[in-house]
Structure formats: C-alpha cells, structure tokens
C-alpha cells in the first residue's frame, strides 16, 4: 500500500505510448449505457458455455 502510494503520481506522469488514444478511449467506454454491453458480454462468455455453470 506504501509503495502503490507513492509511485501512483510518479506512473500517471509518464507519457506512454498511445497515451492519446487511451486518453479518449476510456471516456467513450464510460458513455455507453450497462444494457447496450450486456449483448457483447452473453455473447463472449457463452462461446465457451460459461453461462450457468
């Protein structure tokens, strides 16, 4: 905990590649309402029959 606590504003200062990209990714994601992901989500975890098991 010590240590994530101070190495936490050190690593969100570092440009890293892609930075941009992500920059704007994240918040695009938060946008979209819970039920237009739930389609996308039955669909991933189906194709390998993990619904009800």
């Known amino acids: 905990m010590i240590i994530s606590a101070t ?3 050190a690593v ?7 930075y941009r990209k992500h ?9 979209f309402p ?8 039955y669909q991933i975890l189906s194709d390998p029959q993990l619904i009800d098991s």
Do not use: K, N
């Open 7 to 9: 190495t936490g504003p």
């Open 12 to 18: 969100s200062r570092m440009r890293l590649p892609g």
């Open 23 to 31: 920059t704007w990714v994240f918040p695009v994601i938060q946008m």
């Open 34 to 41: 819970v039920a237009v992901l739930m389609e996308p989500m």
